[in-house]
């Protein structure tokens, strides 16, 4: 079973920036370039919301309108992870970041509610 493991967060000043990376692995796990990656993100009182999701193969990405042109998903199969380059941050940006995975085809973006792992989550912080 995949697990995942995120890092990088922490606290910036608006407009800065941070970059997230997400660690897959596990004893059944051999390549992560069958599965589609999202990332999340939530606050307390608020659903999970998310941020950017890249295709299996790297090839089709998707980004919520809220952060669209300051953040960038990417992935590297070989290293068996998948990053969040995020830019110009904001107040609003505040949060705790999960990855997610699920298997899925080349070019296909699961639903937010068909991801079936998950990770343990980072926080991060934005000061105004």
């Known amino acids: 079973q995949v697990q995942l493991v995120e890092s990088g967060g922490g606290l910036v000043q608006a407009g800065g920036s941070l970059r997230l990376s997400c660690a897959a692995s596990?004893?059944?796990?051999?390549?992560?370039?069958?599965?589609?990656m999202g990332w999340f993100r939530q606050v307390p009182g608020k659903e999970r919301e998310l941020v950017a999701a890249?295709?299996?193969?790297?090839?089709?990405?998707s980004y919520a309108d809220s952060v669209k042109g300051r953040f960038t998903i990417s992935r590297d199969n070989a290293k068996n992870s998948v990053y969040l380059q995020m830019n110009t941050l904001k107040p609003e940006d505040t949060a705790v970041y999960y990855c997610?995975?699920?298997?899925?085809?080349?070019?296909?973006?699961?639903?937010?509610?068909?991801?079936?792992?998950w990770g343990q989550g980072t926080q991060v912080t934005v000061s105004s």
């Open positions: 596990g004893r059944t796990f051999s390549t992560l370039s069958t599965y589609a």
């Open positions: 997610a995975a699920q298997w899925s085809t080349a070019w296909g973006l699961p639903r937010t509610h068909e991801y079936g792992y």
């Open positions: 890249i295709s299996s193969s790297g090839g089709v990405t």
